[in-house]
C-alpha cells in the first residue's frame, strides 16, 4: 500500500501584492505542523490576506527522485561566472547562440515588459526560440519536495561544505524536478533577489553547478531558462512540471572548487 501525502500551499499577500509563496508535501501526520510553519512565515512577512490550500496526492501518482550532484564554483567576475554558465550549457547539449540568448534575456528581463517572470522560460536547446505557452507568467515548476530523511542528510552534506542558504536548498529540489521533466535537457538560473548572486546551470550529465557571482550587488534581475529538446511535447512538459507529484528521496553529493 503507498502512504498518503498531503501537498499544502500557502499564497500571502499585502495591499493586493504578492509577499510570501511556498509549498510542501509531507505525510499526513506532518500537515499540521507544517501548515503551522508555513502560516508563520507568511505572518512573519507582514501579510493581510493569507490562503492555504490542503489536497491529498494518491501515492500511485507520485514519482519519486534523487538531487543533481552539486559542484560549487566561485568565480572572479559575473563575466566569468557567465561564461562559465554557458560553457555548461553547450556543454550539456543546448546550441551556443540559444545559450547565450537565453542568458541574455534573463539578465534584461525576460517577461514582454522587461519584468522578472514568475515562471521560467522554455527555451529550445537548438534554435533559442521561446516556447513557453505564456511569456509573461512562465511555467512554474510546483508539486513537488524533499522528505524528511533526505532533507536531514542534505542539510548535513551542504552545511560540511559551508552552504547554509535554505536558496541553495530548495533550488537544489526544484532543479531535481525539472531535470526529471520529459524533454528538458538543461536549467540556467540566478535569483531575482538584488542580495544574492549565486545561480546554476544544472543538467544530467554535469549535474548541479553552482556558479557565483552570476550578477553584481543591487542588481533586481533573475530568472530560469528551462532548455528543452527539438521536438518535445511542450504540453506534455508544462503538465508534467505544474501537476506531477514529485518527491525527492535521495541526496547527491557536495564537492567544492
Ligand atoms: N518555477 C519556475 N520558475 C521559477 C520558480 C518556479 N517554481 N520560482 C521562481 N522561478 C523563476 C522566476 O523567474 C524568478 O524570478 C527566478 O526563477 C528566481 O527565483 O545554490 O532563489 O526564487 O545557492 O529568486 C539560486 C540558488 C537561487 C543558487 C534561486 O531563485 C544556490 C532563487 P528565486
Ligand atoms: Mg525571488
Known amino acids: 500500500m503507498c502512504a498518503e501525502l498531503y501537498n499544502v500551499r500557502m499564497h500571502a499577500e499585502s495591499g493586493g501584492d504578492h509577499v510570501s509563496g511556498a509549498e510542501r508535501m509531507v505525510p499526513a501526520g506532518r500537515v499540521e505542523a507544517v501548515t503551522f510553519e508555513l502560516l ?16 491529498a496526492v494518491s501515492g500511485p ?8 550532484d552539486l559542484h560549487d564554483v566561485q568565480c572572479g567576475s559575473v563575466a566569468e561566472a557567465r561564461e562559465q554558465a554557458v560553457q ?14 537565453a542568458l541574455q534575456t534573463i539578465a534584461s528581463g525576460a517577461s514582454s515588459s522587461g519584468q522578472v517572470m514568475r515562471g521560467a522560460m522554455l527555451v529550445d536547446a ?31 552534506l551542504l552545511s560540511a561544505a559551508g552552504l547554509h542558504h535554505r536558496r541553495t536548498r530548495e533550488a537544489l529540489v526544484l532543479a531535481s524536478k525539472v531535470l526529471a521533466a520529459p524533454g528538458v ?42 532548455f528543452v ?7 506534455q512538459l508544462v503538465n508534467f512540471l505544474e501537476k506531477q507529484p514529485y518527491l525527492v528521496t535521495e541526496p547527491g553529493r557536495v564537492r567544492q572548487g
Request: with cysteine; proline share 6%; hydrophobic share 40%.
Open 40 to 55: 508563520q512565515r507568511a505572518i512573519d512577512a507582514g501579510s493581510s490576506a493569507i490562503s492555504l490550500k490542503v489536497e
Open 61 to 68: 501518482d507520485l514519482v519519486r527522485g534523487a538531487l543533481p
Open 88 to 101: 555548461l550549457l553547450v556543454a550539456s547539449g543546448v546550441a551556443p547562440d540559444a545559450a547565450e540568448k
Open 126 to 156: 537548438a534554435t533559442g526560440e521561446r516556447l513557453e505557452p505564456d511569456s509573461d507568467r512562465g511555467v512554474r515548476a510546483t508539486c513537488f519536495d524533499i522528505d524528511d530523511a533526505a532533507a536531514a542528510r542534505l542539510e548535513a
Open 185 to 226: 535537457v538543461a536549467e540556467l538560473c540566478w535569483s531575482d533577489d538584488p542580495g544574492y548572486r549565486s545561480g546554476y546551470v544544472s543538467s544530467a550529465g554535469h549535474g548541479y553547478v553552482r556558479l557565483t557571482p552570476m550578477k553584481e550587488a543591487g542588481d533586481p534581475m533573475g530568472g530560469r531558462a528551462f
Open 229 to 235: 529538446r527539438p521536438g518535445a511535447d511542450v504540453e
